[in-house]
């Protein structure tokens, strides 16, 4: 036994950021951010942002609160509001949520939270409908693989469930359930080659796709989806040819991550998935 002495000083504990970016299907945005991580002595964390872009503007401020109640777990409260315009519909509305974020086990995590949605949703070839939904989103993630920035080992798994109930053009309730699970293998020892997958099941029970709101609906396609695909354009076709979303959803991926030196590399991949009409 050693007698240790520590000297301990804050970092800053402000934060500006500003960033920009092109996708050959979304266009041009550009994002601002400023975050305060000790805002009253407890690391408490303060984050405002904004969002510019050809389909979204948007203006978000988020509240951490860490140690909420118990040591392990954290309290987040967000409002966003803004306006998004894709080749379906046109949103304009703001999102309040209050979360709760806690461990459940060895390298599972669990969420549970209330959320209000109030928007005007304008779906091509629809009449402009007002959405006012309160919503339970609930999420279990387990974190299994070996780094968060760049696995190379491991499996992560992440399940929602957000039931939702409110009103649009009538009385509404429904469920929106989405499992996601993406896995990494090595293919050499100095994980510089690695083969991952992605998997993914949606399906929204309770209501007819018709009944929905158009910006709660599944669709495909874009980053992040199956690439190949223009944003939301892997969906149930209306009479005008427009996506109408779908209640059903899935989607594979693999690729080949190589590295091929420490700051190049190619990844070649093969995307797949589906968007139904059915749940």
């Known amino acids: ?22 996708s050959s299907t979304e266009g041009f945005g550009v994002n601002a951010y400023w975050e ?10 303060l984050r ?7 389909i979204e503007q948007e203006l978000g401020v988020r509240y951490r609160v860490a140690g909420f109640r118990r040591a392990d777990q954290t309290l987040e409260l967000g409002l966003a509001a803004g306006r998004e315009e894709t080749d379906v519909y046109k949103r304009t509305g703001a999102v309040i949520t209050t979360t709760i974020e806690r461990p459940l086990a060895h390298r599972w995590t669990g969420r549970a939270g209330l959320s209000l949605d109030v928007a005007q949703v304008d779906e091509e070839g629809e009449p402009s409908a007002r959405s006012t939904l309160v919503g339970l ?9 070996d780094s968060s920035l760049d696995p190379a080992r491991g499996v992560r ?20 359930l989405d499992v ?5 293998v090595p293919l050499d ?3 510089r080659l690695v083969f991952a997958t992605r998997g993914r099941l949606g399906s929204i029970l309770g209501a007819r796709t018709a009944e929905l709101p158009a910006d709660k609906r599944f669709y495909a396609g874009g980053a992040g989806s199956i690439r190949g695909f223009e944003f939301q354009e892997v969906a149930p076709l ?8 779908g209640r059903g959803l899935a989607e594979l991926s693999a690729e080949l991550r190589w590295r091929f030196t420490d700051d190049f590399g190619i990844v070649p991949f093969v995307d797949a998935g589906h968007v139904s009409d059915a749940s």
Do not use: I, W
């Open 1 to 22: 036994t050693l007698p240790v002495t520590l000297m301990v000083s804050e970092r800053a504990p402000r934060t500006v950021g500003a960033g920009g970016s092109y």
């Open 157 to 176: 798994l992440r399940a929602r469930s957000t039931p939702y109930a409110g009103y649009f053009d009538k009385a509404l309730a429904f469920n929106v």
């Open 48 to 54: 405002l942002e904004g969002t510019l872009a050809q």
């Open 189 to 191: 020892g100095d994980g």
């Open 36 to 45: 305060h991580r000790n805002l009253q002595g407890g690391g408490q964390h």
């Open 180 to 184: 996601e699970l993406r896995s990494y």
């Open 137 to 145: 989103p609930l999420q279990a993630l387990y974190d299994g693989a």
């Open 238 to 245: 209306g009479a005008d040819g427009t996506p109408d979303g």
